[in-house]
């Protein structure tokens, strides 16, 4: 049996057609289908969305509208905070399920982004990159155009996605590249993107053209033809990456198993808007089929790991009352 987890929020759980839901043994039964990769969810190909109600809050806080970009928007304080938060929450938790084949119960811990290990396995993953040559594209945004994080994000992507549907047709081909989003110190995103195996990419001229006027970014972009230099700036990503998410950070002293970083914004700026560590294009590691499997698992729920640990089947801890109860709350909340 595989199966994907809930890492920075809370669950995805699927109902099975055919089976009636009824009472607390029963509403979580799951049958495992076509796996959906997800950094925060438990996936199956039929399914409910169940996010930590943090995480909640924090994504509804960095749409709030302002015309002060600074502290990403006002919205800073209150992702650190609630990040901080979610941290401490999660920490020494962990997913229990019940296979209903076999009354297998299987205690699977949360490893979220904060988790040590995290970004180092990601960064294992960057060091495996090879290619001859390659360009080095850097996109930035005028923050004044934007009145949120959330804003601001949902443009740059969506105009990154345009630049790249006009570049991969000037090619004539689709374009290999490792995306990545880092946030400045007031906040603003803005993207790094290596292209492997082309020796060239577009006039930076031309290019500032269309990030600017055409699609309303901003007028500072960086491009940088590399040759046979690509190992160097395969380089620059991995010190980047440990740079700002490996190393020990004074103002955020996590608990034991939880990372230190050098910057816990960057860390909780990507939580809050559930980005990845980085994204590739199609293919790019040539990643091997999921292994579905017809195994029929209920979630029994969160618990703390020593309950977890000495499960009988009977008892459940307060965790997933205070989620559902807080989640509830939010939502009335948001709905007046």
Known sequence: MEI????????????????????LDQKHRAERGAVKKSEDTVATSEHVRRRHYLFLETAQA????????????????????????????????????????TDEIRVIPYFTRFSDGYYRAAIGKLRKLRADRGVFLTLTIDPTRFVSLDHAYREIQAAWNRLLTMLQKRCGHRLEFVKIVEFQK?????????????????????????????????????????????????SYLVKYMEKNLTMPDIEFQGPDGLTDAASFQQIALSWALNLRAFSTSKGIFN????????????FLGVFDFIDAENWDGKRFSDIEADFV????????????
């Open 186 to 234: 007031n906040g603003s995103p803005h993207l790094h993107v290596l292209f492997l195996n082309i020796a060239r990419l577009i006039d930076a001229d031309e290019l500032r053209e269309f990030w600017d006027h055409r699609y309303g970014q901003g007028t500072f972009v960086y491009l940088k033809k590399l040759g046979n230099r690509i190992n160097k700036v395969v």
């Open 4 to 23: 994907i987890l809930a890492y920075d929020s809370c669950e995805r759980v699927a109902h099975p057609r055919g089976r009636p839901s009824s009472g």
């Open 287 to 298: 990643t091997p089929p999921m292994n579905n499997s017809n195994s029929i698992w209920e």
């Open 325 to 336: 109860r807080l989640k509830a709350e939010l939502e009335l909340r948001w709905a007046g």
């Open 62 to 101: 960095i749409k709030r509208p302002t015309i002060d970009y600074r502290n990403a928007w006002g919205a800073k304080g209150h992702v650190l905070s609630n990040a901080r938060s979610y941290v401490k929450k999660v920490q020494n938790r962990a997913i229990v399920l019940r296979n209903l084949e």
